[in-house]
C-alpha cells in the first residue's frame, strides 16, 4: 500500500478514520478536563451516531473510508493479549470497576468543573449514565466484532494504560500522510501518546510497512500538517515543537523537495513556549491547538482562516542541505500567504470556536463542514461555487475537535502539481 497525498485539495479517494467513540471515550467522560482533553462531558452513544452519518457521508460521494480501529480488531483476533479478560462479562465487570475509581477519585472535581463552566449536569447522573452505556457499546462492539476481538479492544483501548485512551477516535493527530510517505506523530499529552503505536499497528496491518516514518524529535500531530501547492505547512504552538518541525524537513525535506515542495513552520512562539513549561492545557491552547483550528486550504490559491491568529503566526522556511538544516525567517504568515497570491476568506472568533475552519475538503469544490450554525461560512462558501455537506457533528466536537480532526486521507487523486 503506498499513500498519495500532494495537496489538501486533490479529490480525495480514500482517507483513514478511527472509528466511533467508545467505551474508552466513556470512561473519559469521568475525568477532569484537564486529563481527558474534552469539553467537561459529552454524550458518547449520541456520538456514535454522528460518525456513522459522517462515514456514510463520504463513503456516499464514493470516497473508500479506511478503518483503524476495524484493523486493530482483526489483528488482536490473532493475538494474546496481557491481563485481558476472558470474556464479555468479565470485560464488564472491569470497566465498572475502573469507572467506580475514577468516579471516586476525581468526583468533587468534576463537580466544581461543571458548576464553572455552567454546564447543567450532575456528576452522579453522568456516572451513572456511564455505566448503562457500557453495556450497551461492550454488546455492539461483540456483535461487531466477536466477543474476543470486542473483549481485547476494549481492554487495550480502556484498561491497559494509566488513562483510557479517550480521545483515539480523533484520527488524525496520530498519523499524517505526505506525497508517498506517512509520519507517525509525537502527541503531546500523556492521555494521547500510546495512540500512536496502535495506529502504527493499524496501518501496517493495512499493508504500509513501507511509508512509515516515524517523528523521533520533539512532539507534533496531524492537525499541524498540510500541503498546499508548493509548500507544506507545519503548525508550531501548542501541540507542535520546532523541533519535531526540524525533524520532518531532516527526514523527509529532500523527498519533498524532489517533488516541489518546500517545508514551512508556522509559529506562535508564546504558545510553545507555555505549552513546554505548563503541567496542562489552557482553554486557549485548546481552541488553537492546530493549524487546522484556525487554518484551512480551500483551493491553491485560497484558504480560509480566523485572521487574529494568522496575524500571531511568523513563517520559517526549512531546507536540509545533505545534513545540515537552514532555515530562513519569512515574515508573518499573512505576508507569506500573500506573497504566493493566495486570498483569505475571514472567519470571526465565535466561527472559528465552532470549528468553521475544521472541514474536509473532499475536492472538486465540495467541502464537509462539521456544524450548520456557521451560516455566514457556509452562505460565503456557497457563493464562491462551492458544494457544502454537513456532517453536523454536534457531540462530537466536544472534544475541541471536527471533521478535519477525524479525518486523515491517505489517497488523493493527483489534480495539481507543486509549483517551483
Known sequence: MIPQVFNETDILEEVLVWGEPGCEALLGQLLPKTRSLFFSFYEVPQARVEFRRMQALIEGEGVT???????????????????????????????LSRADELYELHREHKIRELEREGIRHDVDDIYAQVKKDLSVILEEDADTYGESAAVRLNHVLSLSHPLPLANIFYGRDQTQALTHKILLSSLRWDIRRPEVNIFKEALMELGYHESLVPVERGTIEGGDLAILGDTCFIGVGARTSYSAAKDVCRKIGPLLA????????????????????????????????????????????????????????????????????????????????????????????????????????????????????????IAELESRGYRILNAEITKLVNGYGAVHCLTAPVRRKRTSVARS
Not at 484493523?71 to 464479555?88: D, F, G, K, T, Y
Request: charged share 25%.
Open 65 to 95: 473510508v479506511t478503518r483503524a480501529k476495524d484493523a486493530v480488531a482483526q489483528m488482536l483476533r490473532n493475538q494474546e493479549v496481557n491481563n485481558a479478560p476472558s470474556s464479555i462479562r468479565e470485560l464488564k465487570s472491569e470497566l
Open 258 to 377: 524532489s517533488k516541489g515542495i518546500q517545508i514551512v513552520a508556522v509559529i506562535n512562539k508564546r504558545h510553545e513556549e507555555e505549552a513546554a513549561n505548563y503541567g496542562a492545557p489552557t482553554d486557549e491552547h485548546m481552541h488553537i491547538m492546530h493549524l487546522d483550528m484556525f487554518w484551512i486550504p480551500l483551493a491553491d490559491n485560497l484558504v480560509m482562516a480566523y485572521g487574529e491568529e494568522v496575524d500571531q503566526r511568523s513563517v520559517v522556511r526549512m531546507t536540509r542541505n545533505s545534513n545540515q538544516l537552514i532555515t530562513e525567517e519569512m515574515g508573518s504568515l499573512r505576508v507569506f500567504l500573500a506573497a504566493k497570491g493566495i486570498d483569505i476568506i475571514n472567519v470571526t472568533r465565535e466561527e472559528q470556536e465552532n470549528f468553521a475552519t475544521n472541514l474536509l475538503n473532499m475536492g472538486n469544490q465540495t467541502l464537509m463542514v462539521s456544524l450548520s450554525r456557521n451560516k455566514r461560512v
